[in-house]
């Protein structure tokens, strides 16, 4: 018998990994607010959310994700942080990063960058974007959500008028097609792989590795300015460092900001 539901081949493929429990949705709003709810309800570390198709997908600060229906992957994974990992929060965007990157690279070969904070690109454009976003109980963490995009086929890629920075997808890098559920269980075995060592040295030195444009030219844009200078690497907290043309060194937190090469406005 051969399978052909999305939602049973989905399900095949991911029975090896360890998850609590997967929920597929053919059309959702956005799979985030999906596992934030689900958090709430009280979901397993482990807990997965997919989507075929999200109608109203988020990026950071309420932008906007486009989840064009069998062509991409869109999904959100409930992680309840252990107290040690809970001391990298910060660090669990960048975990996402890695694990996209690593998937790309078992699943076709591909070696993908991580741009500063939370894109994956591919032939220096953006396959892929990722939301962290973490629920609170008073001042203890109740878990976090990793919201993973990837633009698999071509007509995933929206326009790019409407695009802050230019975006491609997996299969005009890769000859040949992909299959999505393939590339999701790659990305997820190595979000298991690296969580164990989240902070550790061998993580900031694969980030290191895999950033774009280090030692290139960049420019930081932030609400109170733009800044630009040489991106130097990352510091042990996952910020930024960035050397000016005065020399001086800058220090930059994730927020709200974006990070494009020097010379693109
Ligand atoms: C991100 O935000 O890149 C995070 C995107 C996270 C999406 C996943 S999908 C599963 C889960 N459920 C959700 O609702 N979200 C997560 P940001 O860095 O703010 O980038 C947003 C910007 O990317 C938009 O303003 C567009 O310019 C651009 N964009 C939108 N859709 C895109 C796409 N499919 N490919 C490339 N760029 C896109």
Redesign the pocket.
């Known amino acids: 018998m051969t399978i052909s539901d999305p939602e049973q081949l989905l399900r095949a493929r991911l029975s090896a990994l360890p998850f609590a429990e997967v929920r597929y949705r053919v059309v959702t709003g ?4 999906d596992a934030l709810q689900w958090l709430e309800a009280g979901a397993a570390d482990g807990s997965l959310v997919v989507a075929d198709q ?1 109608t ?6 309420q ?5 064009e229906p069998g062509a ?1 992957l ?3 994974l409930i992680l309840r942080p252990t107290p040690a990992e809970t001391a990298h929060l910060a660090l669990f965007s960048p975990l996402a990063g890695l694990a996209v990157a690593d998937g790309l690279a078992t699943c076709c070969g591909l070696s993908a960058a991580i741009k500063w904070p ?2 994956v690109l591919l032939n220096g454009k ?1 396959a892929c ?3 962290a976003e973490t629920t609170w109980h008073g001042d203890r963490i109740a878990g976090i959500v990793l ?3 990837v ?1 698999v086929a071509p007509s ?3 326009p790019a008028a ?4 230019p ?1 491609i997808s997996v299969e005009e890098v890769f000859p040949g097609p992909v299959n999505r559920w393939d590339l999701l269980a790659d990305i997820l075995r190595s979000v298991f792989t690296w969580r164990p060592k989240l902070g550790s040295r061998e993580f900031f030195q694969s980030w290191e590795d895999r950033l774009a444009f280090k030692g290139e030219p960049v420019q930081i844009q932030a609400p109170d300015g733009k800044l630009e200078g040489q991106l130097v690497g990352i510091d042990p907290h996952g910020n930024l460092l960035l050397r000016t043309d005065a020399g001086k060194m800058e220090v930059i937190t994730a927020g709200d900001v ?1 990070l494009r090469p020097a010379g693109n406005s």
Do not use: H
């Open positions: 956005s799979t985030n607010d999200q109203a997908g988020r990026g950071r600060l932008r906007r994700w486009i989840t991409a869109a999904f959100s939370n894109d953006k974007g990722i939301l919201g993973i995009g633009n995933a890629v929206p409407t695009l802050m920075f975006a974006s």
